[in-house]
């Protein structure tokens, strides 16, 4: 089974990469070539794995060979034209949208979810890319080899589709204008006021699959009866999507997760200090132990010496003390070979390893900080808005310049440890002297001068440490607040238009009816007897849908939080460094800064949850509780004639 998988997914990989190449090629011949290498190559794999079905059938292959690029059948039937359906309707005039402004000093958590720019051109069929989205199959478990999300089938059923699933023939996308004129922009046109794509024509159409009226004038004029709810569906934008930024899964910035993974791996530096510190053990050890056998010996000698008359006891003390200065001698020689053991072992090395990780962790953080820039000046309000997950989201990005940034701060910090440690044994060494001699008065001003150096080294870090976290706020609150603009935009674009759909539904749901397109009833006969069910479900997919923006809003915020959070620490920790270098009593401000600290997160807390009450109360009063109440109402009337459990069967396919 495990290698059943692992085949699957080595195809879907080889099979990515062909469509990726075939679609950079500059010609059809070179499309054509790449295309027939595939197939030789995938044939070969298929020769390989299914050898006795292939030796034991040649047929098989005599037969797929004769059909190989056979040009297909002319049809059969001409296709009626039919009037295109009328484009969406977005109001210009937002006079009761609220005022952006409230959102100023906006703060962060850890919490991802779509950020899709809107369009604000009512002639563009919302910006989004033709496609079948919500007949897609896409999310199937197949797909979902590599994903850790469990997802029902009629979630996958509107699952946005990747890019290489709703791209159209090459005939059908002209890159600049088709015959009639129409204009397309890159691979997928913008639509007039009375155009929609191939895919969506004909949906209000009378007769339509979606009527269910099979050309039938009797069931045609029982169809206009029904309410069309399509735009429950159409309008919202594509959910769930395939990498959504909570999970931190797209591949565009797999290189990026890979960094972090890597620099921040310190176990060659945790071994390098282990296997020190062992090494320092054991001249320690052999150092005592000479050092013991040499006081054993000496005083067996001296005792002997005096015993048989040829020692003195003043010739004993003096022989006794040039003894133990030259046990302070080898003490003096262990720490200086303990010093240098360290410089050369551990700390020329090892801050080298950290100086170049830095620079890489610098080099991401700047690439994807430009990128960042580039995506915000080359924005455009009307850019197509394509299914699925084609780019990752705005918070995705953040959260990995985040991650990138904090590894490079952890970086700096073991760099900062390791000079520390230097000082601490060059220390050691320097006080070594007065404390064999018992000087206490240069002791006490040694120790002095390098607890005053320490505070200043660590004063300098604290600095510079507060520079870089205030120069990448910068940077991520700039972000933030277009993420969040993006977002309520984009909210505003759909909610008056899906309140009025959800409006058109009137309060007594006995008898009422919806248009439901025959494949549903096809995939779902229950919908015959209770045609409420299908307006249950697309009520309940564009709820999640819409909420996508809110959530969006929410977790962007939440991330602003947590860097706002951690400039708000590095500026107390410099603070408390620069009072206790002043001498004041380090325990007392300490304390002092731990309760400053509580209070400055509680306040920011605070300031946050009032920002997300402010998204989530939009939210409701412009669309979710009305959404809620219809949903409720459709769910007594499914109790009422029988038809909940047969629904409640359905979501959990």
Not at 21 to 43: C, G, M, P
Not at 92 to 115: F, G, K, V
Not at 395 to 405: A, G
Request: aromatic share 8%; with cysteine; glycine share 4%.
């Amino acid at each position: 089974m495990r290698q059943d998988t692992n085949f699957a997914q080595d195809a879907m990989q080889r099979h990515k990469e062909f469509i990726e190449r075939e679609a950079a090629a500059v010609d059809e011949t070179e499309a054509l070539k790449i295309f027939t290498d595939f197939v030789i190559s995938e044939s070969q794999i298929r020769r390989t794995r299914y050898a006795c079905v292939w030796d034991s059938n040649p047929n098989i292959v005599e037969d797929v060979s004769s059909k190989l690029f056979v040009a297909p059948a002319p049809p059969t039937q001409n296709t009626k034209p039919v009037r295109p359906a009328p484009t969406l309707e977005i109001p210009h005039n937002r006079t009761s949208r609220p005022d952006s402004a409230w959102w100023n000093n906006y703060q962060p958590c850890l919490s991802p979810i779509a950020s899709l720019s809107m369009s604000n051109d009512e002639q563009s069929s919302r910006g989004r890319a033709p496609s079948r989205w919500w007949e897609s199959k896409t999310g199937s478990s197949s797909d979902e080899a590599g994903r850790r999300i469990q997802r029902s089938k009629r979630e996958s059923k509107y699952m946005g589709l990747p890019r290489d699933g709703t791209q159209w023939d090459a005939e059908k996308t002209p890159s600049k204008f088709d015959d009639e004129g129409a204009h397309y922009t890159g691979e997928y046109a913008a639509y007039g006021p009375d155009e929609y794509p191939p895919e969506k024509v004909g949906l209000h159409e009378e007769g339509s699959s979606y009527s269910n009226g099979n050309g039938n004038p009797y069931a045609q004029f029982q169809a206009s009866q029904r309410l069309d709810i399509s735009r429950l569906i159409t309008l919202p934008p594509p959910y769930p999507r395939h990498y959504p930024a909570v999970n931190n899964s797209h591949p565009d910035l797999v290189s990026y997760r890979t960094v972090v993974r890597s620099i921040t791996d310190l176990s060659e530096i945790k071994s390098t200090r282990q296997r020190y510190q062992e090494d320092v053990e054991l001249m320690s050890k052999e150092q005592q132990g000479q050092s013991k056998e040499g006081r054993r010996q000496f005083k067996a000698n001296i005792q002997s010496q005096i015993q048989e008359g040829s020692l003195t006891f003043a010739e004993a003390a003096e022989a006794e003390a040039a003894m133990l200065v030259d046990e302070h001698r080898l003490e003096r020689g262990l720490a200086k070979r303990q010093l240098d053991a360290y410089q050369d072992v551990v700390l020329k090395p090892m801050h080298q390893i950290l100086t170049d990780r830095i620079d890489k962790a610098t080099a991401c953080i700047d690439e994807l900080s430009s990128k960042l820039f580039d995506d915000a000046q080359n924005e455009a309000p009307d850019q197509t808005q394509e299914e699925g997950d084609e780019k990752p989201e705005l918070l995705e990005k953040l959260t990995q310049l985040k991650w990138l940034f904090e590894a490079r701060e952890q970086l700096h910090r073991e760099a900062f440890d390791l000079v520390s440690g230097r000082d601490e044994k060059y220390k050691a060494l320097a006080l070594l002297p007065y404390q064999q001699s018992k000087n206490n008065e240069k002791l006490w001003e040694t120790e002095d001068f390098f607890s005053k150096d320490s505070l200043n080294r660590r004063v300098q870090y604290e600095t510079s440490a507060l520079t870089r976290l205030e120069s990448f706020l910068n940077v991520i609150e700039q972000n933030v607040v277009r993420g969040v603009e993006i977002q309520l935009s984009a909210f505003w674009d759909i909610a008056p238009s899906l309140l009025a759909m959800v409006q058109q539904v009137p309060e007594d749901l006995h008898g009422f009816e919806v248009q439901i397109p025959s494949n549903e009833y096809e995939e779902n006969p229950s919908y015959h007897a209770h045609p409420l069910q299908y307006l249950y479900t697309l009520l309940s997919h564009a709820e999640k849908s819409s909420y996508q923006y809110i959530e969006s809003q929410t977790n962007l915020l939440c991330l602003l939080h947590e860097v706002r959070s951690a400039v708000m620490r590095a500026n107390r920790n410099l603070a408390e460094a620069e009072l206790i270098w002043q001498g004041e009593p380090e325990e007392s401000v300490r304390r002092n800064m731990q309760q400053t600290r509580a209070n400055e997160e509680l306040t920011l807390t605070s300031d946050l949850k009032e920002k997300v009450a402010t998204v989530e109360s939009q939210w409701t009063e412009a669309l979710g509780s009305q959404i809620q109440e219809l949903r409720e109402r459709v769910h007594e009337q499914l109790v009422a004639e029988d038809g909940w459990e047969d629904l409640e069967r359905l979501e959990q396919e």
